[in-house]
């Protein structure tokens, strides 16, 4: 490599990821070899991984096996279950992050390092879709319950699935094209390798903020307005139990990502981050299996949740409104 050639390390050493996260130039002076060492942080990234890991496959895997096996396909099921896919999707890269984040050494090879990278915005960016989507659904089915019965089917929600995950793999595709690794001082990187690299990252950076963020908040936060004044106007007092778990959906996955994407955005002004943006990646990835134990205790009253088995308890939160309620609910007209 030439001493003009620029790079720019994922922040993955940082944050790992070269999309998401702050990015500043490469440099690094060589030390003498010390050994590595595990800080307090280190210890805290590889432990929460390890649980992140072990409850994400389990339970995205339980929804997937129950979802595709154990009920009959809805609506509503084949939202939580793309959720679950592209939640396992996720889990998948935890280990090769956690090691990269703790040791600043790439071990994996040139495809892991694009695998990698095109994971996790492949997953925010087609976990918020779905979440919009679903949001809308949601949002059809009390104003317009009788469109969406006559509209909202199986093959429907099909097609606004690919329609998401092809939207979610077009926008991260720069990930992709430009992450490659790199032999530098005595040790491997996953870099983000473009003649632009600054200019590129600052502008994907802020796509993925307003994208990935932002806008979808405003969708979101609009119908669920005015979901509730309906239920306000027709005194309805409580929810249906689809209606609740998708809040609750919703706002951990804002809880989850939302530090993520602030400290991405500070990074372009050069704000130190390295430690806030570790925590809040595994915060992030914390939401990948949030979303399973959601399913689980909301899928029944409270009282009846020790002698239900798990199985049951999560097919009973992912049914249609009519399966699921026998009074008034929120879309009493919107069953599949």
């Avoid at 706002?251 to 400290?263: D, E, K, M, N, R």
Wanted: with cysteine.
């Amino acid at each position: 490599m030439s001493g003009n050639d620029t790079y720019y390390e994922s922040d993955s050493y940082y944050s790992s990821n070269t999309l998401f996260g702050s990015y500043e130039e490469y440099s690094y002076t060589p030390q003498p070899p010390t050994g590595w060492s595990c800080d307090a942080l280190c210890v805290f990234i590889l432990l929460s991984s390890i649980i992140i890991l072990i409850l994400g496959i389990l339970g995205n895997g339980l929804v997937i096996w129950i979802i595709g096996l154990k009920t009959t396909r809805t609506v509503n099921s084949s939202w939580y279950l793309s959720l679950a896919i592209s939640d396992l999707l996720l889990c998948i890269t935890v280990p090769f992050n956690s090691v990269y984040m703790t040791t600043g050494e790439w071990h994996f090879g040139h495809f892991m390092c694009k695998f990698i990278c095109v994971a996790i915005p492949l997953n925010i960016y087609c976990s918020v879709f779905l979440l919009v989507i679903v949001s809308i659904d949601r949002c059809l089915c009390v104003i317009a319950p009788v469109w969406s019965q006559n509209h909202r089917t199986l093959r429907g929600s099909s097609v606004v699935i690919a329609v998401a995950w092809t939207l979610s793999a077009l926008i991260s595709l720069p990930t992709l094209v430009f992450s490659t690794t790199l032999e530098q001082h005595g040790r491997t990187i996953c870099v983000y390798n473009d003649i632009v690299a600054k200019v590129s990252l600052q502008t994907l950076i802020v796509t993925g903020f307003v994208v990935g963020l932002v806008v979808p908040l405003v969708v979101i936060v609009v119908c669920y307005a005015i979901i509730m004044q309906k239920l306000r106007a027709n005194r309805m007092s409580k929810s249906s139990r689809p209606f609740r778990v998708m809040t609750a959906v919703i706002i951990t996955f804002v809880i989850c990502w939302l530090p993520f994407q602030i400290f991405r955005m500070l990074g372009i002004h050069k704000v130190p981050i390295k430690t806030g943006i570790q925590i809040s990646i595994v915060l992030a990835y914390a939401n990948s299996f949030m979303n399973p134990l959601l399913y689980s205790f909301m899928g029944h009253d409270f009282r009846n949740k020790c002698i239900r088995s798990i199985c049951a308890r999560v097919e009973n939160a992912l049914q249609e409104e009519g399966q699921s309620t026998k009074g008034i609910s929120i879309s009493r007209s919107a069953d599949s």
